[in-house]
């Protein structure tokens, strides 16, 4: 399955994918400690959520 991560820093749109919710995670929290703003994390299903929102719903699930 895939994950794609998307927000914005000064240079404009960044888009990345990873292999696991847990993988997702990890990267939409180093994005946003580096300053990129509006981080979402597109599940397999095509939802997006917002970071904490993904984060929550996936830490429920471990």
Same mark, same amino acid.
């Given at each position: 399955?895939?994950?794609?991560?998307?927000? *914005? $820093?000064? #240079?404009? #749109?960044?888009?990345? +994918?990873? $292999?696991?919710? =847990? =993988? =997702?995670? +990890? +990267?939409? $929290?180093?994005?946003?400690?580096?300053?990129?703003? $509006?981080?979402?994390?597109?599940?397999?299903?095509?939802? +997006? *959520?917002?970071? #904490?929102?993904?984060?929550?719903? *996936? =830490? %429920?699930? %471990?």
């Amino acid at each position: 399955m895939s994950y794609t991560i998307t927000g *914005h $820093d000064t #240079a404009g #749109a960044i888009t990345l +994918k990873r $292999d696991s919710p =847990a =993988a =997702a995670i +990890k +990267k939409a $929290d180093e994005l946003l400690g580096e300053g990129v703003t $509006d981080v979402q994390i597109t599940g397999p299903d095509g939802q +997006k *959520h917002s970071y #904490a929102e993904f984060a929550e719903r *996936h =830490a %429920a699930r %471990a």
